[in-house]
T-cell receptor
Framework: DAKTTQPNSMESNEEEPVHLPCNHS???????IHWYRQLPSQGPEYVIHGLTSNVNNRMASLAIAEDRKSSTLILHRATLRDAAVYYCIPIPNTGNQFYFGTGTSLTVIP | GAGVSQSPRYKVAKRGQDVALRCDPISGHVSLFWYQQALGQGPEFLTY????????KSGLPSDRFFAERPEGSVSTLKIQRTQQEDSAVYLC?????????????????FGAGTRLSVL
């Protein structure tokens, strides 16, 4: 299973963009990159996923490096409700075991 | 709509007691997962069901841990003879599909968890 490296913590000012990096240098060619986040006292929730191309949805954007060894989750305008732990999870196409790691704890400053 | 429901939200057990944690997945979801989350750590996979079949239990830490999903819907995680190291949040997740992580139907939806404290 691909291992990931994420910063332990990051800070952002409210209403500014946030770029959350993830290194996954051992990712295999068919692993999809998923991002989940966990708000305090809640279970994780899905944010976005992709394979090679950059992806956008209503929550965030996902930028995937050309060599796929890293990706960046982009929150375009951070709000206080975005304060959470963000997990980057490579998942095999036919697999469904999630290995979360320790994630990045995002603090949003008003 | 109704999400994944877990009960109880909090459970305090004396060391040596047996506990049972319940998970009600989203209706119609085929796949069900259990995770254990220690304080300050990410969730760790315990076991996976596809309908009533337990296809992967590689993450269960010991034979004191047992999970079942007899009718392919509600699932129970049972811990026998609880130990202090079992104290954690136990998370349940369900997904509509059978695998293939590229498909949106395989997104996992999590409950809020059960916080188990073993004294």
């Amino acid at each position: 299973d691909a291992k990931t490296t994420q910063p332990n913590s990051m800070e952002s000012n409210e209403e500014e963009p946030v770029h959350l990096p993830c290194n996954h240098s051992t990712i295999s060619g068919t692993d999809y990159i998923h991002w989940y986040r966990q708000l305090p006292s809640q279970g994780p929730e899905y944010v976005i996923h992709g394979l090679t191309s950059n992806v956008n949805n209503r929550m965030a954007s996902l930028a995937i490096a050309e060599d796929r060894k890293s990706s960046t989750l982009i929150l375009h305008r951070a709000t206080l409700r975005d304060a959470a732990v963000y997990y980057c999870i490579p998942i095999p196409n036919t697999g469904n075991q999630f290995y979360f790691g320790t994630g990045t704890s995002l603090t949003v400053i008003p | 709509g109704a999400g994944v429901s877990q009960s109880p939200r909090y459970k305090v057990a004396k060391r040596g007691q047996d506990v049972a944690l319940r998970c009600d997945p989203i209706s119609g979801h085929v796949s069900l997962f259990w995770y254990q989350q220690a304080l300050g750590q990410g969730p760790e996979f315990l076991t996976y069901f596809q309908n009533e079949a337990q296809l992967d239990k590689s993450g269960l830490p010991s034979d004191r841990f047992f999970a079942e999903r007899p009718e392919g819907s509600v699932s129970t995680l049972k811990i026998q003879r609880t130990q202090q190291e079992d104290s954690a949040v136990y998370l349940c997740a369900s997904s509509l599909g059978l695998g293939q992580s590229k498909l949106a139907k395989n997104i996992q939806y999590f409950g809020a968890g059960t916080r188990l404290s073993v004294l």
